[in-house]
């Protein structure tokens, strides 16, 4: 498979080595076009993409698109690219943790997206409450519960049998805490190899970040620019914006570049492994080169360590299992699993 004139080496990309020994390209494109995003632009993102020298794709079945993606990767199948160059990601969704469930979702995703084989698949969040696409933060599932380890071991029993029958090459999570993992690590067969979880300047959660690296989870950051264009109802009057920060800004004029070109760069360096959505290819391609140029300095890391201002946007408000909680219920703020 021919790469842009324009494009990256992936050879050049840097990888993570998990704790399989298996190496996962240290940037992906995040494929979530929630509202505004269509699917077909979504799919069009994704082959240029991949032309430009993209190896890792973050999709979900909830994102209503790996249907139209998995055509896209036919195409560039067709046009050379090789299946083991490249690393796919699915999950599974909040109404599929039923034992019964999850091993047929999993085959949904393998065959929307025209693969025999996912690199990663993981529970997308631990609860397994359901709310319609599109449905106001307000809006609350009648079976709503909370995390119960006992159920979420018996899902991940399913997830653990889906490497043994050879469909999924790892098993990860996201959205998880540390009292969460701390139990999950205990019980697991087979431990999860990534953990999916928001990191931003503005969100760094060092806590977990050093809680998964340590037990040789790789964490990868979602919405890593401060996804700029969530639509409205997942915004709060409190939220920041991390592309307007001036330590930001200021690292961005210097390099002539895009401030969500430095928020990417500072992840990849910092060690997690972002998942930038952009379905604009100047955008995409300036996130995927700025992994392979001179690295920020020690002053910029050190600036932007310093900006952390502990903002999580996506709150999860939907996944809320009682009347009268608020979204900092679902994250275990006290270090224990509210009940
Ligand atoms: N596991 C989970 O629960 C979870 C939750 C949320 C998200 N995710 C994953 O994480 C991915 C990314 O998160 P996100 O979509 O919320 O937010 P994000 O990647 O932080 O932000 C995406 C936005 O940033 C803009 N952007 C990206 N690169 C840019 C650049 N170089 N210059 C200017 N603008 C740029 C994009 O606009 P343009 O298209 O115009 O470039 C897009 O509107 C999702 O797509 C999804 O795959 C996972």
């Not at 240290?26 to 494929?31: D, M, Q, S, V």
């Not at 632009?41 to 994704?46: D, L, R």
């Not at 071991?153 to 990860?172: N, Y």
Request: charged share 25%; proline share 7%.
């Amino acid at each position: 498979m021919v790469t842009d004139p324009d494009g990256v080496d992936p050879g050049l990309v840097p990888k993570r080595t998990l704790y399989t020994g298996a190496q996962m390209p240290a940037i992906g494109l995040g494929t979530f076009g929630s509202d505004h995003v269509s699917a077909e632009q979504i799919a069009e993102a994704v082959k240029g993409a991949v032309r430009v020298g993209y190896r890792h794709l973050d999709c979900a079945s909830v994102y209503g698109n790996e249907d139209r993606i998995g055509e896209a990767l036919r195409e560039l199948f067709a046009a050379g690219l090789r299946r083991q160059d490249l690393w796919v990601v699915s999950k599974l969704w909040n109404d599929k943790h039923a034992e019964a469930d999850v091993i047929p979702s999993c085959r949904k995703s393998l065959a929307d997206l025209r693969l025999d084989y996912l690199d990663m698949y993981m529970v997308h969040w631990p609860f397994p409450n359901f709310h319609p696409p599109g449905c106001s933060v307000e809006s609350r599932s009648l079976d709503a519960r909370p995390y119960i380890h006992e159920n979420f071991i018996k899902t991940w029993r399913q997830m653990e049998r889906l490497m043994d029958l050879g469909l999924v090459r790892h098993i990860g999570t996201s959205n998880m805490t540390i009292p969460k993992l701390k139990l999950l690590l205990r019980d697991a067969r087979i431990k999860p190899a990534i953990n999916e979880m928001e990191l931003h300047p503005h969100f760094q959660q060092p806590e977990l970040f050093e809680f998964v690296r340590a037990n040789g989870i790789e964490p990868v950051g979602y919405s890593p620019v401060g996804s700029p264009a969530r639509p409205e109802r997942d915004r709060t009057p409190e939220d920041t914006v991390d592309i307007e920060d001036p330590v930001i800004v200021a690292i961005a004029q210097r390099l002539g570049v895009h401030p969500a070109v430095v928020c990417v760069k500072w992840a990849v360096q910092r060690g997690q492994t972002p998942i930038p959505l952009s379905t604009n290819r100047p955008h995409y391609l300036a996130n995927l080169k700025c992994t392979v140029s001179d690295p920020l300095t020690a002053a910029d890391m050190q600036a932007i360590a310093g900006i952390d201002r502990n903002c999580r946007l996506i709150k999860g408000q939907v996944f809320l299992w009682r009347e009268n909680q608020t979204w900092e219920d679902l994250w275990d703020l006290e270090g224990e699993i509210r009940a």
